[in-house]
């Protein structure tokens, strides 16, 4: 009898397969660049949104009453943080009882509460409690005037008009195409509702910079 016993052979384990990457080294790099370039977005864009809500915000310029400083369809960036209207101040009205001019509106700042402006038809003179008015801003046709029947013209024909107080009396660079405060619909114009000044003219770029 054959004690023998045949003890079958130990077969060797199977390699284990390898797991592919599920990104190669390039894929790795180019997904955190394009995490890195959006996380950069993010963060711009929370930076202007939190500047427009606490420092300024976008307003387009409409119509041709600030020609020739400011063209229709430039974009300002306007800000009312800590603003107090100046004459000479270029800023955004927005009166909503001032129909057919209750849209914003952009105007340069004239006269304060307390101050009293008077203007001579026949030469065009400005004044601001009897002092003459240097404006080199102003576009003006001095053989042209519409708008002088709405006016409220004294019997020497100059208009005269003394500003209410926490109130200013504003009017457009284009003396002979603007709806201003001559206009009974707008009249001096509450404090309230003087949406900021014009900080910055930021589109086109061709004119980037401050408007004056």
Known sequence: MNDRMDIPEEKAPAPKKQKKPV????????????????EVVASVTIVVMLGFAFLGRLNIVEGESMDKTLAEGQYLLISDLFYEPTPGDIVVVHDITA???????????????????????STWTLKVDGEVVEEPYRYLDVGYCTLRAEYGIDRDGIFRLTVP????????????????SRQKEIGTV???CV?????????????FGIPD
């Open 23 to 38: 990104l190669s080294a390039k894929g790795k790099a180019l997904f955190w660049e394009i995490y890195d370039l959006l």
């Open 190 to 192: 509450d404090k309230r």
């Open 165 to 180: 107080e926490n109130e200013v009396f504003v009017l457009g660079d284009n003396r002979n195409n603007s709806g201003d």
């Open 195 to 207: 949406v900021g000044k014009a900080c910055l003219r930021l589109f086109p770029l061709s004119e």
């Open 99 to 121: 129909a057919p001019y209750n849209d914003p509106i952009v105007k340069r700042v004239i006269a304060v509460g307390g101050q009293t402006v008077e203007i001579d038809f």
